[in-house]
């Protein structure tokens, strides 16, 4: 669970199957474009899930705020997914990819208090040092986000399906963009 000023934030794995009719509504939606699902279908999107809730290295997670499902988060091992051969992963690495639920009434600072209940999350284990991201290099938007809470750009990569580039964050980082003293 993470409060902000924007309310609680908590986070739940998510159900494939009893999740998958929204998460269809979110990852169709254009504002999803980079999620690169526009054009699936319900199946596809119960397929996609039910392989990510099947794989020992990839997990899916429903965020709720005040209760609500706002955001779809999913973690991965870089070493065994989205990953594997284009860095050199270290101990403690965690994958991270993040999508914000369309609204029609947008509340400032939403997205940017998601991507820190995310954060949170994330290094609330403490075997996680790192988070790994490789949004596509033209997303601009997410970039800004992620720097926002202590992503740095390392270089850009290629992926089959586009051209990433590849940031990481630590715990140092994190924490020390939050004001924490580390």
Known sequence: MSTTGIGTF?????????????????????????????????????REYMRIAAHEHHHAYLGLHEGRPAFLM??????YVELTGLYDPEPGDVGMHFLV?????????????V????MDELFADPRTRRVVVEPDVSNKAVHALNEAVGFVPVREIDKP?????????????FLAVRGVAV
């Open 161 to 173: 399906e586009k051209r990433a580039l590849l940031s990481f964050c630590t715990r140092e980082q």
């Open 10 to 46: 908590t986070i739940r794995p998510l159900d494939p199957l009893k999740d998958a009719e929204l998460l269809h509504s979110w990852v169709t939606h254009p504002k999803a474009a980079y999620w690169m699902m526009q054009d699936a279908k319900l199946p596809d999107v119960e």
């Open 115 to 118: 991507i820190t209940a995310v």
């Open 101 to 113: 639920a369309p609204t029609d009434r947008p509340i400032h600072g939403f997205t940017r208090a």
């Open 74 to 79: 999913e973690k991965y091992d870089p070493r």
